[in-house]
Every structure is written in C-alpha cells, then in structure tokens.
C-alpha cells in the first residue's frame, strides 16, 4: 500500500529535537550507571583480591613463626620450656605493600599450645586497612630442631 495524503506522515519526515534529546537522555543514564556499576566492581574486586592474599601471607607468617619465633627459654631445663618471640612489621617476598605482627596468648587451661594472633596490614585506597586472624600453634619446638637436639644428646657408640 502506497503513501498517501491521508496516511498521517509525510515521506521526508524524521525524528523531532524533542525524541533525540530524550532518546540520548536515556541513553546518558544508561551509559552513566553502567559505569559506576563498573568503577564499583573492580574497586570490590582488589578488595577481595587483597584479602585472599592476606589469608595467603597468613599461612606463609605462621610457618615462619614456627621456625623463628619458636625457642627455647634462656633459663629452660627442657625442651618444654619455651617462649614466643612476637614478631612485629614483617614484610613477606611475593606481597608488595602488606606487612604482618604476630603475637601470642597464653592459656593457663592449655599449656600445650598458643593462640597466635596475626595481623595482616595494607593500603587501600590510601587508607590503611587490617586483617587479624587467630591461629593454633604448638607450643614445642620445630622438628628439625628436635631432631637435631636428639641426635646430638644420642651416645656415639649407638649411631651407626
């Protein structure tokens, strides 16, 4: 069917002023909310990211504090004797920008074990954040030390 008269539009006709500024109207806040969706995502991304690696350095700072925290009292009889140096602004290779302090508790009821506290810290945003985390330790010494210490006290006739 062709175009006429009464057809209601002329041929040459296009859109008003009116449609395109409201058509780019929402086309700006389309545009606009999209972006702050992204800008959003990747800010709560390098969140998470930085705190999956501060739960990483946890796990590397607590095998560190076995081997270098862990000792032998300066006045202990036994191996059972031992103290916990608290290890304070470490820095850790593989995690630019966070550093870690470690502490321990000491429990009355559980004379076995200490309850470590790390504090994991870095910058984001510009702003200084923290993780702290509590793990178990044991309280005895490091096994290559103890194996060490065992062959050392052994008598030479028994070592073969």
Excluded: K, N
Aim: aromatic share 6%; glycine share 6%.
């Amino acid at each position: 069917m062709a175009d006429g008269p009464d057809s209601g539009r002329r041929p040459d006709a296009g859109f008003t002023l009116a449609e395109m500024l409201a058509a780019l109207g929402i086309l700006l806040f389309g545009v606009t909310a999209l972006i702050g969706a992204l800008s959003s995502s990747v800010a709560q991304r390098r969140t998470t990211d930085a705190r999956l690696e501060a739960t990483a350095l946890c796990e590397l700072a607590l095998h560190r504090l076995q081997y270098e925290a862990v000792r032998r009292a300066a006045s202990a009889a036994t191996d059972l004797d031992l103290e916990f140096a608290p290890l304070q602004d470490q820095s850790a290779t593989g995690f630019p920008g966070m550093t870690w302090s470690a502490a321990a508790i000491t429990d009355p009821d559980r004379p076995d074990v200490w309850l470590v506290r790390l504090e994991v810290r870095w910058l984001e945003s510009g702003e200084s954040v923290a993780e702290v985390f509590h793990r178990v330790l044991p309280r005895q010494l490091p096994l290559g030390t103890r194996v060490l210490r065992f062959r050392d006290e052994m008598p030479a006739t028994s070592v073969r």
